[in-house]
């Protein structure tokens, strides 16, 4: 008896440890993972592809059912890899002491999609390398970077806004090369060393050399113009810094098309259980690849970065295929995030599950390391859901629980899930990751708690969300939550009317939705052949996407504005790329891209303050084939030349301030027929400016949008428009403020684009 009933016990013991997540088990994922014999983890190896396997392999060892391709674990895709030839090279030409030569894997390393060159020229700091006047934020203002090499510091301002999208991996490096910069340098924070990773790429490759830098170089050339380096540093997170060090440097890069090759996601699918909810999908994911080995043979394992991740999705998975959860979830472990989140881009395009069906995504990145606390980013999606969830578990657990609302959204295998419309959100553990793309980041500087905590809450919030009551699917265009990899959003309309008449005032006078349209810039520098690459890139994109109607002409406009669809417009951005061949314009508009953004006075359509013959040219053709130029320039003297082009149609974006210092000078110029001004507000912003340019300017001028939206929460937003409601009212009445918020907010944009 007594032998039964311990027989019992230990079954019981043995059945509920299998039921729970075990982070020592996911440790011993991490330890073979990180094995010698998988040298790194370099996606498109023989070696990543064995690490694959092995994945596939437990995963089918406990029945989850793979998602792959043709009814495997593995789901492949192309990677179009570059090969470093030799030893970058950078080194200070005239220091205080004279030259001094960095080390390679110490002192710098070649970035990410680097490219090739050698050249010889002065370098200048640029603050955190963002250009956007209209966010009150200009690191370029007064300074001539052409044929300059550029130092920028990696992170963003903390001024109180959501610098998200100005994310290092394109959009700084974009920026720098639309502004006429020859080289960077990206100024690593912290003082530890630099470690070297050999490079891999895809799509969108700059033609500059990028080296990330240490704080030593930076020092030596902050010496040059007297300045200390960590006030500079410190002062910059609230106002711009930018000033030359007098200091030469010399960059030299070489990096080669090498082949095409093959990557690996590993996929299954955990069936849920709900006849009507089993087909809304989780997908949650890390990526399994790390950097491989470097140059000089040194062994990246990657256990921090991420073979945690990867780790603890597996044993998620293991542990959710017994629970009864109504929602299916789908578990990826991601190929190619180090090398430009080649894996995730290419399930976002190609899901195994349809894409309209998937809800959110959860995705683990760094997860092993830290002090014991959870970290979840999120952009206010599901937080009415997973509040109560927070709070009820920081103060029964004790355990640090930490939601974060609109940051971390780029850099890791949850920016495509965004880009597509899904919402996403990012675990990592908290506290400090020394050792990140470092070698040292092996299975001994891991904290079995870490991934034990992670795990678990991981487990709860896949819970929260798989068994929420209703549907979690996205009832409007959830396409209009794109983010393009050349260029941020516009989005011309607020929430639907639907949404808006939530508000106590507007009850029975809901808003109407605006057309809305996502426009993506191609890249404004380059060679044609580049430019009419990405074309093709983005059309096949978008026209694989769902719910996207591409604006061709007025009818496709007529039909997104009906609210049917979201629009979206592939603009240019700049004309640079095609100043050699104007005919190039005319092809890009008829196959429609006609919408040109106009973001710099350098732009050759400018010479000065006027026109350039070029410029003349190009605004000629844009008008012929019903085209509009987009221009965020703030200045009288560039918008005189651009109305001096005819009949060009001309919208202009414009910040609060900067509208209402130019008032009247619009009043004077602008004609409804022409133009049209986008007034940008956030929700913090007083509701004055909208009134008094709505008053001062000619009826049908104005339009009013939420720069970056997507960093918005709703509340916010229907505080905001409730606002602008109650400030008209009492003075004009209820139906002439209704019908003025109607014309600035669907009407004006509507007319003028319809034209």
């Given at each position: ?35 010698p ?51 970058a ?61 550029v ?75 007297h ?37 690996e ?41 991420n073979?945690?991740?990867a ?19 789908v ?29 959110a ?54 920016a ?10 990012y675990?990592?553990s ?64 607020f ?108 732009d050759p ?5 006027a ?53 009247d ?23 004055d400016?909208?009134w ?34 109650e ?29």
């Amino acid at each position: 008896m007594k032998k039964s009933v311990a027989l019992v016990l230990l079954l019981f013991s043995f059945t509920a440890a299998q039921d729970s997540f075990n982070g020592s088990a996911a440790f011993s994922y991490v330890e073979e993972l990180c094995l010698p014999k998988y040298k790194g983890r370099k996606t498109g190896t023989v070696e990543a592809r064995d690490a694959a396997l092995w994945i596939s392999t437990r995963l089918k060892s406990w029945g989850l059912t793979p998602m792959g391709d043709e009814n495997d674990y593995l789901q492949k895709f192309p990677m179009l890899v570059t090969e470093q030839k030799k030893k970058a090279k950078l080194k200070l030409l005239n220091g205080s002491y004279g030259p001094i030569e960095y080390r390679e894997n110490v002192d710098f390393i070649p970035y990410q999609n680097s490219g090739s060159a050698e050249l010889s020229a002065e370098v200048v700091f640029i603050g955190y390398g963002i250009s956007e006047p209209s966010m009150g934020w200009d690191d370029y203002a007064g300074m001539d970077v052409k044929g300059k090499i550029v130092l920028i510091q990696r992170g963003l301002p903390q001024d109180g806004q959501d610098w998200a999208f100005a994310n290092e991996r394109f959009y700084k490096v974009r920026t720098a090369e639309q502004k006429g910069a020859a080289g960077l340098l990206m100024l690593d924070r912290g003082d530890w060393p630099m470690r070297g990773v050999t490079i891999t790429a895809e799509g969108y490759r700059p033609h500059m050399p990028i080296f990330n830098v240490s704080k030593k170089v930076a020092r030596d050339l902050f010496s040059g113009c007297h300045k200390n380096i960590d006030h500079s540093l410190r002062d910059l997170v609230k106002k711009p810094q930018s000033f030359s060090f007098q200091r030469k440097m010399l960059m030299t890069s070489r990096f080669d098309l090498a082949a095409v090759q093959e990557g690996e996601n590993v996929l299954v699918v955990v069936r849920g259980t709900d006849p009507v909810l089993a087909e809304e999908y989780l997908v949650v994911g890390a990526h399994m690849d790390h950097n491989g080995r470097s140059l000089d043979g040194h062994l990246y394992a990657g256990a921090d970065d991420n073979a945690s991740g990867a780790a603890v999705v597996m044993e998620m998975a293991r542990v959710i295929r017994q629970k009864k959860l109504k929602r299916s979830i789908v578990f990826a472990c991601f190929g190619g995030e180090e090398q430009g989140l080649l894996g995730s881009r290419y399930f976002t395009l190609h899901p195994s599950v349809p894409a309209e069906k998937i809800v959110a995504n959860v995705n683990l990145d760094m997860v092993g390391a830290g002090d014991g606390g959870v970290s979840i980013s999120g952009r206010n999606y599901f937080l009415n859901l997973l509040d109560p969830w927070v709070r009820s578990h920081n103060d029964s657990v004790g355990k640090k629980l930490s939601l974060y609302r609109g940051s971390g959204m780029f850099g890791s295998d949850h920016a495509y899930f965004v880009e597509q419309g899904i919402p996403a959100f990012y675990v990592s553990s908290t506290g400090d990751h020394p050792f990140y793309h470092q070698f040292e980041d092996d299975p001994s500087t891991l904290n079995v708690q870490a991934l034990q905590v992670v795990g678990e809450r991981c487990v709860e919030l896949l819970t929260v969300l798989a068994d929420a009551p209703g549907s979690l699917l996205f009832s409007g265009n959830r396409s209009g939550h794109f983010f393009h990899l050349f260029g941020d959003q516009i989005d011309f309309s607020f929430q639907p009317a639907t949404t808006l008449a939530k508000t106590d005032s507007l009850r029975d006078r809901a808003i109407p939705a605006a057309v809305r349209c996502v426009v993506y810039p191609l890249p404004a520098t380059g060679e044609e052949k580049e430019l009419f690459t990405a074309y093709d890139d983005l059309e096949r994109r978008i026209l694989k996407a769902s719910n996207l109607l591409r604006f061709k002409n007025s009818a496709s406009f007529d039909e997104a504005a009906s609210g049917a669809k979201l629009g979206a417009a592939i603009a240019l951005n700049g004309s640079e790329s095609l100043r050699q061949n104007a005919a190039h314009a005319r092809l890009l508009c008829r196959a429609g891209v006609n919408w040109l953004c106009l973001r710099s006075p350098q732009d050759p359509v400018f010479d000065g303050k006027a026109l350039s013959d070029w410029g003349r040219t190009l605004l000629q053709t844009l008008a012929e084939e019903n085209g509009v130029v987009e221009t965020t320039l703030a200045d009288s003297g560039h918008i005189s030349a651009l109305l001096a082009a005819g009949r060009t149609k001309l919208l202009l974006r414009l910040t609060p301030v900067q509208a209402l210092g130019l008032q009247d000078f619009l009043a004077k110029r602008l004609d409804k027929k022409q133009a049209l001004v986008i007034l940008e507000t956030t929700p913090d912003q007083s509701v004055d400016a909208v009134w008094r340019l709505y008053d001062g300017l000619p009826a049908g001028l104005l339009h009013v949008a939420f720069a970056h939206a997507l960093s918005m929460a709703d509340d916010d937003k229907y505080q905001w428009v409730q606002q602008l409601y109650e400030a008209r009212r009492n003075q004009h009445g209820v139906d002439k403020t209704y019908t003025a918020m109607t014309r600035v907010m669907a009407d004006n944009i509507k007319k003028f684009i319809s034209k």
